[in-house]
């Protein structure tokens, strides 16, 4: 058995997937970056990735077009977040009520229309889903071909997605609008700067990283819906977005831990090694409470950290 | 003193209406949308709620599992209520449950002898192993200033796979046939049932129990202390209060609360450890303990109230061509409903159609002032 573990193969074949299974934690913390730096705290992005993750599928069924999968994807994403927003920036409600409400709701919801277009089958209806696109020439190379060449589109686009959000938040007047309301909302709004405009901005952009993670799920990684497709991915992000201080690049490593011990965890229990798994998908949630007791003493959280906005206020 | 008695009684009456109202219109606008949404879907809305009706109170085995359904909720939502109160957002209910019930279990099957001092000792585990759980994301906040959402969270995870491996390891059931589960807790400490062939049981009397406790216990003057630490915690300080031991403390009796909902599910319902042993109750504590504004008796209410919607959904789900799903569509509108109508009775929308208003006027004004000249160039 160890020898079969440490071999290329097999670590090409665990890196590989850990690639594919991070992708969408990758995306969904991407976008809950923008929303938490804007000071909003998305709890509810686990209904939101669901609910992504079905318009995705029910794009792509009926159309064919995976295209238009991943744009319905996207919407039913923003459409998500925009109760998110209106419930936490408008009503000013709590964040974490108002994410657990958005939670139960979009599981709801999802399940439901599922099942009343669909009915009950015996095999799920499936699509044709993203094939593997390996880059020419750079999938040829050994062992690195297969681990970072020879993925699906989406997978390419959501990790390109990295650099774009960098670019966003800190080289562009919107990024810097969405810091400057997440850490001192009364100051932006003297500067005449909507702070409730921002933040409804940032949290469907979140909406919308989320709800392209949903759809990936759906027509990328699998070709299929389940109720539980998204299995606790959208409170993974919310992790990653902790441990990576808030910054793109880190979340990207973030993302791969998880997606790590996700996928070392699945061959290690293929191989049957005797190894307790539990302990290995464990181990990223509690590097992640680490991460924030560190972060917490050097207070990097954004000052205006779930702290809804009121001009009346002082 | 007959007529204040009476007055007396008639304020009550109205307080408790008005208190009770809203909650039942705020369920009753989510059952109409929750009807219009069945209707879209093909179905007849009113034949799905007669089921759902009747699945929950239509005989005294749909009655008892209602009532059993209701116990661990009960106790979940009175925990988080502890700490919502004091403005401490304990997400983390379903991890401090599991590991409580993980504590409760390793006393009965590793100490020897089967007594009631067994049973005691037990019951003490699973407040100790929940209190822990809950303590530590306390702890954090208190020491390290960690955003207590996060680490709830994070700590439902662990306890999950904790669960995941013990039921496979060291506690897994020795003549299980290799099922994930652990050995079953001996037939003595079973919690008694009222009725032999109906699972509901005297676990009821312990969630009754902590629901008067945590009524009187805000009514004491630590309950007042958290009270005021959730008002204001610059008011807590200025009072002489030490927020941070408070923090602790709160999260220390809101974790040990949701560690007792362990052991009754143990004792009364389950017997053994199986994996997620909490089915997400956690979640639904939330709602429920919002839908009772934080007060012990709403909660209990609202407990019940949630755990037929649970059971009738099921039998809804299996007399009719309606999914499950849609328990979990009202439960979410409940929440959207409760916050809105939260809002509403802060004057929050008053307030939001006036700044708008007033921003509005600001914007007519600063146009005329520019007009004028006085452009400010910044």
Known sequence: ?314 | MATKKKKNLAYKLDKGLSRLLPALGTIALALLVGGIIIAISGNNPLEAYAQMFKGAFGSKSRISETLVKTVPLMLLALGVSVAFRSQIWNIGADGQFTIGAIFAICVTLYLPGENIFILLLSFVAAFVGGALWGGLSGFLKAKFNANEVITTLMLNYVAQYLLAYLIRGPLMDPNGGNNPQSASIPEAYRLPRFVSNLRVNYGIFIGLAVLIFIYYFWRSAYGYKLKLVGASNTVAKYAGLKVSGIVLFTMVLSGGIAGIAGWTEVFGAQYRLLDNISSGYGNLAIVVALLGNLRPIDIGIASFFFAALMSGGNAMQRMTEVPYSVVDIIQGLIIVFVICRTVGQSNGWKQWIAARRNARKAVTAGAAEEDGGEEDNG
Request: proline share 4%.
């Open chain 1, 1 to 314: 058995m160890i020898q079969q573990i440490f071999t290329t193969t097999f670590f090409a074949s665990v890196l590989g997937s850990a690639i594919r299974l991070a992708t969408p934690i990758l995306a969904t913390s991407l976008g809950e970056i923008y929303t938490q730096r804007s000071g909003v705290m998305n709890l509810g992005l686990e209904g939101t990735m669901l609910m992504g993750a079905l318009a995705g599928f029910l794009g792509c069924y009926f159309s064919g077009s995976l295209a238009l999968g991943v744009l319905c994807g996207m919407a039913a994403g923003v459409l998500m977040s925009t109760v998110m927003a209106f419930l936490s920036v408008t009503m000013k409600a709590n964040q974490v009520i108002a994410g657990t409400a958005l939670t139960i709701l979009g599981s709801g919801l999802a399940a439901f229309i599922y099942r009343s277009v669909f009915g009950l089958q015996k095999s799920p209806p499936q699509v044709e889903n993203f094939r593997a696109l390996p880059i020419p020439g750079l999938s040829k190379i050994p062992f690195f071909g297969d681990v970072l060449f020879n993925h699906n589109l989406l997978v390419y686009i959501i990790f390109a997605l990295v650099p774009i959000t960098w670019f966003v938040l800190e080289k562009t007047v919107l990024g810097l609008r969405i810091k400057m309301v997440g850490e001192h909302p009364r100051a932006a709004d003297s500067k005449g700067i909507s702070v409730a405009g921002v933040r409804y901005t940032a949290v469907m952009i979140g909406g919308a990283y989320a709800g392209l993670a949903g759809a990936y799920l759906t027509i990328a990684y699998m070709n299929s819906f389940t109720d539980n497709i998204v299995s606790g991915r959208g409170y993974i992000a919310l992790a990653v977005v902790i441990f990576s201080h808030w910054k793109p690049s880190l979340a990207m490593w973030g993302s791969l831990l998880f997606g790590f011990a996700n996928a070392l965890q699945i061959r290690l229990q293929a191989l049957g090694a005797p190894i307790p798994n539990q302990f290995l998908l464990m181990l990223p949630y509690v590097i992640t409470i680490v991460v924030l007791v560190g972060v917490s003493k050097k207070a990097e959280f954004p000052s205006a950290y779930t702290q809804p906005y009121s001009r009346m206020e002082r």
